[in-house]
């Protein structure tokens, strides 16, 4: 058995030389050689313009069609005989990354995926399990605590002896390849391996390796309609991470490759022929391919000293593409309408043609951030690191975490304490309905007296489409010791009532919040004691459309449920407020009663 803090300091030990061993894996590896496929210019141009005369996304033909990469297969005597290297850079303590560890409890393995194939459907289960991998990676990185590292260790051990994700996390269409959802939580998974890789044992590396070489493998396999797409590039990526940490200098090659191919297929102005198109979505998939090609070429540089950013095609570059992004954030509506075209199935569901969705501002930050990092001189970078300069830099499950801190150019001072191995969940009751909860946002965090949290449950035995629920917690918090409870408190339901309802749901005295997509009904709570006692719940129900009224009712009546559920998990440590954190274990024990 290997100690906590012994397992630390040969992480840190470890981790320090990654990089010389590192360089030696490349000497199979040729960054010269160009790719196959290359596109000729009649060809070429064709793909850049076929948004022109497609009625909607992807109803053109295809110009450069998908393949699969063929990762290799080793052995479980070759992954105890190699030492594995990480890929990232020995940097603690980084300004480009603030982040907190969540919770230190193992997720249990999830060996089957039920998948729902909608567009943007997700499996929260799976989400949850990705977050863990990637937060606790993130915070390992910035902190360097032995605590983390043992827990992802095990964690990896845990889900590879129980054979996590490998059913049921194919589509059922096209060439079947792995779902997308699927992929980021193997990528979650890999880079956490990848980070705490020097110090896996051979018996570590005897179990892992198999179960996670399989799960990159079909990955790397999985093809879609065009080979411009930010999936393809993902999993190049996830192919790269992989092939640098257990030594496969073809996965290296392949990731190459792919790359160059990605450069010669871009447009001259540094946008994706066919992210670029999906509708309301358009910038956001056209950040995430480019974001993929970039992360490819700082692993490269980082880990193994390859550039491929002095990489053209007739002036067509990496930097062309983070340009591009960069355009993407200062002007979002007139870069999208360049390209956009209607895309009902594939990026309309959040988004419009002049008011596309925004979110790759953050879910593209830390790999922007590790490129301007890397080149400060650029205008680009400049606009970057002012964006960014005093912005919290978010996870990003298409990075395994927050790359500007997991390739992070510069160390500093680490001051979080030391983290303490968790305790196990206190024995609770069965709730009466299996809940699982989550904060999704925090608007307070830490001491702060006020407390504005979104909250998010999964509930099961729930009406059709209402096993979702979302709310804020809101209030104000005393800290008194021996008195730790809210002062007052009020959830807010966060589906919008419609114009016609106000005045009815006025008449029993309740109040509105208005947010940018309507009116959102306060639910108050008389404090008694330490209990929070609903009030006119009677007129309210009468008065609510069904659904909101089944989520009103659920809270006040089961609100323990989603408190037990998030101590079950785990989930209560990653709460970002602590006076709420401090509530949510109380309810769940039984200490504070909530709507009863």
Known sequence: MISVRSFGRAIALAVMSSLAGAAMAASTIDPSVEPKGVLPPKTLQKLWDAYKTAKECFAHPTYAKGTPLKLGVLTEKQFRATEWKSPFTAFHGTKSCTTDAGSLQIPKPIAKVTLDERYGERQEDVDRVAVWFRRLTTYHHLTGDPIAATQLRQALLDWAKAKGLTKGIHVSWGAKPVDYQMMTAIMSMLSAAAEIAPSLSEDDRALIGPWLNDLVKQSAASYWKDRTDNKAYMRAYMALLWGITVGDDKA?????????????????????????????MGINYNAASSSHLVMIAVALKSALGIDLFDYSVDGRSVHSAVDFIVRSLKEPAATNLLYAIPCPGGGDRWGALDKPNTHHHEEVAGALVAYANLFPERESSKYIRAEYAHAEIPDSEKNGGIAACLYATAGGDVTRPALEMPTPPPELPKPTFVVAAREEMAHRTGLSSEVNSLMVAEIAKAPKGEGRLKFNVVGTFGYTKGDENFREMRFILADSLKKEAVEVVKACGVEFEVWDDGNHVVLKLDKVGNNFVARNTDCLMKALPKEL????????????????????????????????????????????????
């Open 252 to 280: 290296v090659q392949d990731a190459i490759l792919t790359f160059k191919l990605g450069i010669n297929d871009m447009r001259p102005d540094g946008s994706q022929p066919i992210d670029s198109q999906r509708g309301g």
């Open 549 to 596: 009224a089944y989520q009103a009712a659920f809270l006040f009546k089961n609100f323990r449920d989603i408190a037990i559920g998030m101590v079950a998990t785990g989930d209560v440590d990653s709460i970002q407020h602590q006076g709420l954190r401090t509530f949510v274990n109380r309810v769940a024990i039984g200490e504070i009663s909530v709507g009863s």
